[in-house]
């Protein structure tokens, strides 16, 4: 393989069709870190419910729109972003003896001090690696919905944790992976890559 095609294929990874194309969602993972107001991002990862969930919902944002109405303009009227409101998030999973979620659920009802937490909602290529990753900002849990019981059934029972937050943002895989996948593609032509992407940062 040459240089050229080395590179051609290293681009490919930040602007080709793998870019673009649609990824598949259930392979994903989910963890919680301790909220910070210091460095987001940063704080220490918290094992609650090993992250083992089998779906996770209400991903969503609305911007409210303000209308103006300006006179003599009879056609139509003049549109003005508003606050940004974020739909609950419902993580679901099998009942197990774990409490973790209850718990942490539990200590918002009682008069103790409640823990935020960060929480990455990853969504997960084949070979594991990150693909696109949620954090919900801040989150805190507001709903609690235990399995029900039914003897006549032989389902799994999932239980429920609805969460609030302060904010959803979405953002790519991180750089290091990018970088590895990038090397490894100029490595295999057996010479070294340096690659300067648009925003200014360097790989």
């Known amino acids: 393989m040459s240089f050229e095609s080395a590179a051609r294929d290293a681009l490919r990874l930040l602007q080709g069709p793998d870019a673009k194309a649609p990824l598949p969602v259930f392979n994903f993972?989910?963890?919680f870190r301790e909220a910070?107001?210091?460095?987001?991002?940063?704080?220490?990862t918290v094992p609650l419910a090993d992250g083992a969930f089998a779906e996770?919902?209400?991903?969503e944002a609305s911007i409210e729109a303000k209308t103006i109405r300006e006179g003599g303009f009879n056609t139509g009227q003049h549109q003005r972003v508003g606050g940004v409101s974020h739909g609950t998030v419902v993580l679901r999973r099998g009942m197990a003896r774990a409490h973790q979620l209850v718990r942490w659920f539990e200590v918002f009802t009682g008069a103790q001090y409640g823990c935020r937490l960060d929480v990455d909602i990853e969504l997960l290529a084949p070979d594991g690696s990150t693909q696109l990753v949620c954090e919900l900002n801040r989150a805190m849990p507001v709903r609690y919905k235990a399995a029900d019981f039914n003897a006549r059934s032989a389902e799994i029972g999932i239980e429920e944790l609805h969460l609030v937050h302060e904010g959803m943002a979405w953002r790519g895989p991180p750089e290091s992976t990018l970088t590895d996948r990038i090397v490894g593609a100029a490595a295999s032509?057996?010479?070294?890559?340096?690659l300067q992407v648009?925003?200014?940062?360097?790989?």
Request: net charge positive.
């Open 29 to 31: 993972r989910v963890t």
């Open 36 to 44: 910070s107001f210091s460095a987001p991002g940063g704080a220490d």
């Open 56 to 59: 996770v919902s209400g991903l």
């Open 189 to 194: 032509a057996g010479m070294a890559l340096g």
């Open 198 to 203: 648009a925003g200014g940062v360097r790989l």
